[in-house]
């Protein structure tokens, strides 16, 4: 793959990841449904708002990966390696600054959101570009372990969407409801 074909890629992987998770915030509020749960945020909590990075930017590289599947194997590594990327940067920030506030700011939070998007793909073409101008460095390598590595998380994401852990993570700040009520 090119250059310019990985940062057309990349560029609109981030913007898909953007609009789509901007749209899941509000999808189960809109329609309900257990679908839309599992896709969606059903509530305020830091998982519940990690689904909207991490479904876009998933289904984004595995439409990715049909496309092109055929002119070149898929970087199922960079792929885990992004999302995970982008994950942390709306997690570790948030809690460093709600921790020394003791208050959330919800621009903050969205800020976050686009920043752990804007990482998610700014890694993934700096890996992908530094592969394509060094092929010495194994893009495969462990490529169906990292492929499993994603399909577990989003395996996690559907089941603590209904059977969410008593942890902060997993908490709705506004109504102290963890997951959705069954």
Request: a positive charge.
């Amino acid at each position: 793959m090119e250059q310019k074909n990985i940062r057309r890629n990349c560029l609109w992987g981030f913007l898909f990841t953007a609009v789509a998770g901007v749209l899941l915030h509000f999808v189960y509020e809109w329609f309900g449904g257990w679908f839309w749960a599992v896709l969606g945020a059903v509530n305020e909590s830091v998982w519940e708002h990690l689904k909207l990075l991490f479904w876009p930017a998933f289904l984004f590289c595995v439409g990715e990966w049909i496309l092109t599947r055929h002119q070149h194997p898929y970087p199922w590594k960079f792929a885990a390696q992004s999302i995970l990327l982008g994950m942390a940067l709306i997690v570790v920030p948030f809690y460093t600054y709600s921790g020394i506030l003791g208050f959330t700011v919800t621009p903050v939070d969205i800020g976050l959101f686009f920043l752990g998007t804007a990482g998610c793909w700014g890694y993934f073409f700096r890996k992908r570009s530094k592969a394509l101008a060094s092929p010495s460095e194994d893009s495969q390598e462990n490529s169906r372990i990292y492929l499993i590595l994603l399909l577990l998380i989003a395996a996690l994401f559907v089941i603590f969407t209904f059977y969410p852990p008593k942890i902060a993570l997993f908490q709705d700040p506004l109504t102290g409801m963890y997951g959705i009520k069954l």
